[in-house]
């Protein structure tokens, strides 16, 4: 018997039916001779909601504390897919991620797994039981104390546990039916893509895909983990997520050039302007903004004026970030000498994806001039292997979207994109 892994996203719980709904659906998977580990978010928006909560009380709230707040989303829902699972004459026990084994290290809101222990959840299975999980959070190895994974994570406490247990694959269960060539809330022409390689998704989900959790690609490409994408709200096949050798189109179907376009609206820029052009002062500026923990995203480097000797720096990192970023770097206003410091939150990333560009001449060409015939002006422009990613205005934002994937030929003759639930919050 195969141990098969689900876990059910915010939308997929968002009240009772959806509890009960799900609930039908394990117990299926069950009937159909699996072995089934349930993971689960916390309904709805509730994790936004006790965030919310959470700054009434306090403006800035300790994070040991909030962390235990947070948690508590996932154990509502935990306990009451369980109770559904019941109702319906199957036995289920759900368990925190502490019980379930989840050991992670110590920093609260962005905590690693370490490893998982998962002895509570194989004996659970071993009776006979479904196993619901709380998805996004451990225990900290050094501290005892409960810690989160970082906002969505829950899919990452999935695909960690599925190959943990050693699960044939891993089902993630959102309100769209899998992967699309764009998000369908803003592309309706949007395709469902059928299969994607971890390295294309691990891209996406790093572009602001927020279809997956970036950590839980990581572990899946590591473990070597099928990921299969699909809705709670519909029977359709969703999108595996693959190792590049099986998602290659055999025969003579031509892959697909561009496989996606993700869209990112969470990141700031911060500009130095006027840094001296020495050695040593790109590294001083980074060194600061490293150790506050701040994650940088592009950075870019204008060539110094030869009559001034002075350069401009500028970079990306997430708009929260961005109150900490800039007093580091005010601290080292008279050691560096540089003339003023800029903040943008008012920038979008767009980004195309796919491994048949590294084959293919002109795709910058052709992604620029979509974005120049609908009058987009282009600020930052970054790129990997497999991936051309460029900041604009947020005004413009989805209209670029829009621009390159129809430059790209990946609009649907008809709309196949159904949102079924969730607020997109
Ligand atoms: N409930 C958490 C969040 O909203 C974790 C998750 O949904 O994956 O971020
Ligand atoms: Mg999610």
């Not at 935990?78 to 989840?102: C, D, H, N, R």
């Not at 930052?380 to 991936?387: G, V």
Request: aromatic share 4%.
């Amino acid at each position: 018997m195969g141990i098969v892994v689900q876990k059910y996203g915010g939308s997929s719980v968002a009240d009772a039916a959806g509890i009960k709904r799900v609930a039908q659906r394990i117990v299926n998977t069950k009937k159909a001779g699996n072995d089934v580990v349930v993971v689960v978010s916390a309904m709805g928006d509730t994790t936004d909601e006790l965030r919310d909560l959470a700054e009434q009380v306090s403006p800035l709230p300790p994070p040991r504390e909030l962390d235990m707040l947070l948690t508590a989303g996932e154990r509502i829902s935990m306990a009451l897919v369980a109770m559904a699972i019941e109702q319906l004459g199957y036995k289920a026990q759900s368990f925190t991620g502490s019980q379930a084994g989840v050991i992670t290290t110590a920093e609260h809101g962005k905590a690693k797994i370490l490893g998982i222990k998962p002895g509570r959840i194989e004996h659970a299975i071993e009776e006979g039981a479904i196993a619901i999980v709380a998805g996004f959070q451990g225990v900290s190895q050094q501290t005892k104390d409960v810690t989160t994974l970082g906002r969505g994570a829950s899919d990452t406490t999935a695909v960690a546990l599925a190959a943990a247990l050693g699960a044939d694959f891993c089902e993630i269960y959102s309100d769209v039916d899998g992967v699309f060539t764009a998000d369908p809330r803003i592309v309706p022409s949007a395709r469902k893509l059928d299969k994607v390689s971890y390295e294309e998704m691990l891209e996406m989900a790093a572009s602001g895909a927020k279809i997956l959790h970036l950590r839980c690609v990581e572990y899946a490409r590591r473990y070597n983990m099928p990921v299969h994408v699909r809705s709670s709200f519909s029977t359709k096949e969703g999108t595996w997520i693959l190792p590049a050798s099986s998602t290659e189109n055999e025969g003579t179907m031509e892959q697909a050039i561009i496989s996606g376009v993700a869209h990112d609206s969470s990141q700031a820029k911060i500009t130095v302007v006027g840094v001296p052009d020495k050695i040593g002062e790109a590294a001083r500026i980074f060194e600061s903004l490293a150790e506050t923990g701040v994650n940088i995203d592009m950075v870019v480097q204008n060539v110094s004026a030869a009559a001034t000797g002075r350069t401009d720096i500028s970079f990306t990192l997430p708009k929260e970030d961005g109150q900490v970023a800039m007093s580091a770097l005010a601290k080292l206003e008279s050691a560096i000498g540089y003339e003023r410091l800029l903040f943008a939150d008012t920038i979008g990333k767009v980004s195309v994806i796919g491994a048949g560009m590294r084959s293919f001449p002109g795709i910058t060409a052709k992604f620029f001039a979509a974005l120049a015939g609908s009058g987009i002006n282009i600020d930052m422009i970054s790129t990997s292997e497999i991936r051309i990613s460029v900041i604009v205005s947020d005004a413009d934002l989805v209209n670029a979207v829009q621009a390159a994937h129809t430059a790209f030929g990946l609009d649907a003759d008809e709309v196949e994109a159904v949102v079924y639930g969730g607020t997109g919050r």
